[in-house]
């Protein structure tokens, strides 16, 4: 596996991503993606249920 | 313009992660997630009380992640010592997959994430339970104890006998004397668990100087304590069956098990710890008791849910 690195001899010092560290880089952001998503359902359906469940028994 | 290239992929490149979903994953360390959601189920079936379905599917999913997190803490920490060890080397951050401050970072927010669904899903005392079993886990015993004291995985077992007392508390909002026979049959049994593994991996840990009980006190005191410990647990394991909370034929699978335990160690015992075969032989019989032993509790709490008997 190959890394390129690109060093700038001005301030500007960039990082070439090789084929394989875009790929790792792409599947990070997929499964954040994934789980905030997730998230978001998980918590709207908690939300949900407990209002659901307050609702038939108002002392709650 | 300077080029670098053909750097192994191995090595950290400041600035360039070359960590997959996969590695994020293996900090949770999956194999104690699944004992752990698993004796966390066993306290929630056997426990007085209800909770709707989909709530205590998340309160499970919570207790599994804050688990996870006090893993990927303890990997943070511990790298130091698992790039020494032939069992750990391969870890994402010893091997230099995920950066030390990402395995820290993972397992903060993953431990406040998964405290704070518990206490949305269930109730606050199981968060609490849950907050103070990822810290017992990862200060108490990964940056206090594991490094200091051969008694470090007896005190420190208490985080991993925990999670059935976590469960009880989702469904009741209390810590019942009965979940913490659960926590006693958990506690006891993992110091015997972990010697038998410190005797097979014990020049592992000499090279990575923690202060495992075979390393300090030697192996035929070692052998001795997991003797004591398989004849404590045994008997405690049968307890369920006495005060309600299992039923006779739970005793008599409990007591059977009990019984190779203590059988299992004698040959330890006998060799002076020096028979990796007998040592082998307790490990793997360790997870086998504990597995069928909460296998049966579980069995028996959904039958008597399901108002079968």
Known sequence: MAVEQVAMSSPDERITLTDDQRRRRRSRSIAIAVILAGLVVLFYVITMVKLASTAVDPSL | ??????????????????????????????????????????????????????????????????????????????????????????????????????????????????????????????????????????????????????????????????????????????????????????????????WALALLKEEDYRRANVPMLPNVAGAAVTAHRILYYSLILAPVGVVPSFIGLASPVYGVIAAGLGAVLIWKALPILRSAGTDRAAARGMFGYSLVYLFVLFAALLVEGIVARLGWF
């Open chain 2, 1 to 194: 313009m300077a080029y670098v290239n053909d750097l192994n992929a191995t090595e950290p490149v400041p600035g360039v992660s070359l960590a997959t979903p996969r590695d994020y994953f293996e900090l949770l360390k999956p194999r104690v997630m699944q004992l752990v959601v698993f004796t966390a189920l066993v306290g929630m079936v056997m426990a007085p009380g209800s909770i709707d379905l989909f709530s205590g599917a998340v309160a499970l999913f919570a207790i599994t992640i804050g688990a996870g997190a006090s893993g990927a803490l303890n990997m943070w920490y511990d790298a130091d010592i698992d790039r020494k060890m032939a069992r750990t080397r391969l870890r994402p951050v010893p091997s230099g997959r995920v950066a030390p401050g990402e395995a820290l970072a993972f397992g903060i927010v993953l431990s406040v994430g998964s405290v704070a669904l518990l206490g949305l899903a269930a109730n606050w005392l199981a968060a609490g339970l849950l907050a103070f079993t990822i810290f017992f886990y990862a200060v108490i015993y990964t940056m206090w104890l594991k490094r200091s004291t051969p008694e470090n995985i007896v005190i420190g077992g208490a985080a991993g006998a925990l999670p059935p007392v976590v469960g009880w508390a989702v469904l009741t909002g209390a810590v019942g004397w009965e979940s913490l026979v659960l926590f006693a049959i958990i506690f006891l049994w993992t110091p015997p668990h972990f």
